[in-house]
């Protein structure tokens, strides 16, 4: 049940993305639009933003209740307290035993330092590297143009605010059926599968979308897609976007939290999260100096080649998790 459970992260992700999509479309058709005045006298973007605070008091809250990892626990001997949490969270039926498997692991285990993910692997271990570049290709494939440029896009290629808004939220919507059926199959077909079929489909509509925005006509700062080549365009970035979710969006997380062997698993996922960050942040950044300096067109293509090389990466490099005791991956 591993990649099942571990699909709820995506999946709970993409309901918070539905929740923001639809505040953000109520408050613009209430105000007239994003930039017209609206509570307190402020712009309708800037009380978008301060809804955040809602969301973020709640995540305060709800964090005090959250129940410790049992291998935490018995890292600080309260193997008690952990075979509680085992039975009570994932009906384990023997969790003094379980405790005892961990507890086995754990033998003169020390908490873990950044020095010991050095390995004969370009000085790191093979294992690091694996999911460091798992993490950044996930982001490289530029699925958050999407989630923080879409409506500025399609605007720019003509469509209303309000509608491109709108947009969003049925976008959002997809993701979240795509992720609930990720979830269904992913233990029954694997990790590997799954992320070979997303890319190869991500790869072939970031094509189709690329070639449809080098018809695109620009006129100053806007842009016009002519005949069949908006929705054809449209069409095929919202297949790539949800070809994500069904696959790299949910697996890329299943894969982190699985791949690592006990002894670095918490720090080996927290680099290689801060490696998707990093790649977030750099996509999110470039795309707009990219696509006024080499159009629009070419940063999408940029995106399929990167989408293909995860497909060959995966194909040479990742190996299958799903099976897999926790306790069971390799140390390299």
Request: aromatic residues 12%; hydrophobic residues 55%; contains cysteine.
């Amino acid at each position: 049940m591993r990649g099942f459970l571990g699909s709820f992260q995506q999946m709970a992700i993409a309901f918070g993305i539905l929740a923001a999509v639809v505040v953000n479309a109520t408050y613009a058709k209430a105000s007239g639009g994003a930039d017209e005045t609206f509570w307190f006298g402020m712009p309708t973007w800037r009380i978008m933003l301060l809804s955040m605070i809602v969301p973020a008091l709640i995540m305060l809250i709800v964090s005090l209740k959250l129940p410790e990892s049992p291998r935490f626990l018995v890292m600080k001997g309260r193997d008690d307290e952990a075979a509680a949490i085992l039975k009570r969270l994932t009906g384990e039926q023997d969790p003094e035993g379980k405790v005892r498997e961990i507890r086995a692991t754990l033998s003169g285990e020390k908490a873990a330092k950044l020095s010991d993910l050095r390995g004969k692997t370009f000085g790191l271990r093979k294992v690091v590297w694996i999911a460091m570049a798992v993490a950044a290709l996930q982001q490289l494939s530029g699925v958050n143009i999407i989630l923080y440029y879409d409506s500025s896009l399609w605007k720019s290629v003509g469509f209303s605010e309000q509608l491109a808004l709108n947009i969003s939220v049925y976008r959002t919507i997809g993701a979240i059926i795509a992720t609930i059926l990720a979830m269904f199959i992913v233990d029954k077909v694997g990790r590997r599968f799954l992320l070979i079929t997303g890319s190869t489909v991500m790869t072939i509509f970031l094509g189709v979308a690329a070639l449809g925005f080098y018809q695109a006509e620009v006129d100053g700062a806007s842009i016009t897609l002519p005949g069949m080549w908006g929705p054809i365009t449209l069409v095929s970035v919202y297949i790539f976007y949800l070809a994500f979710c069904f696959t790299w969006g949910p697996v890329m997380w299943i894969v982190l939290g699985e791949i690592f062997p006990n002894n670095i698993r918490a720090l080996g996922v927290a680099v290689a999260s801060a490696v998707n960050w990093i790649a977030n942040f750099l996509v999110s950044t470039t795309f707009p100096p990219l696509k006024d300096a080499i159009g629009t067109g070419n940063v999408y293509l940029l995106y399929a080649v990167f989408a293909a090389v995860s497909l060959i990466f995966v194909m040479k490099a990742l190996p299958e998790t799903a099976g897999v005791e926790l306790e069971d991956m390799p140390a390299e």
